[in-house]
């Protein structure tokens, strides 16, 4: 449990914090090399941060799983190790480099897809809104409450629900 705590803090302070500032003065300063450094490091931290959720489901009971990845966190983040930089030249870019364009068209059929979906559920929940504010206003609150019809219903049917009414032409009192 300790272990864990103070992996969650280093990987906080050392793997996201100290980067996000530094990437912020990389920008500040339009320093190409610096910007192209810290573009790499976030890839792989990414990728880290994905492969995390899989390894400690899984992997996480394996003696000094927490001390092995906070070293790895802060070897990736070491100017001396260049450990990000490594790993991105190495095995991140020529990976995605040869699935680019299989990458892009997953991409772009999971936005058309998402589009859809979102735009079935919104029809779907104004279906459901739309029906519950229909059989609320025809249920009514009391004996004196007004009715409205709904397409389904006919006038006799809204007559005989009507408490104390009685068929006819309306009277004013």
Same mark, same amino acid.
């Given at each position: ?15 996201? @914090? ?28 990414? @990728? ?30 070491s ?18 480099s040869r ?19 979102v735009l ?17 206003a ?5 004996l ?22 009685e ?6 009192p």
């Open positions: 449990m300790v272990s864990w705590m103070i992996c969650r803090l280093v990987v906080l302070v050392f793997g996201m @914090l100290c980067p996000a500032y530094a990437s912020y003065k990389a920008v500040k300063t339009k320093n190409i090399r610096e910007y192209v450094r810290w573009m790499m490091y976030w890839i792989v931290f990414a @990728l880290f941060m994905a492969a995390e959720i899989v390894t400690d489901i899984f992997i996480s009971w394996f003696p000094f799983y927490y001390e092995i990845k906070m070293a790895f966190v802060l070897w990736l983040l100017p001396y190790t260049k450990g990000a930089s490594l790993l991105y030249r190495k095995f991140v870019h020529p990976s995605l699935h680019e364009k299989e990458i892009d068209a997953y991409i772009v059929q999971a936005k058309e897809r998402s589009y859809e979906t079935s559920f919104g029809k779907r929940g104004l279906n459901i809104a739309a029906s519950a504010a229909v059989q609320a025809t249920k009514g609150t009391g004196g409450a007004c009715r409205t019809a709904t397409p389904r219903m006919s006038v006799g049917q809204i007559l005989r629900q009507s408490p104390g009414r068929p006819g032409p309306e009277r004013s």
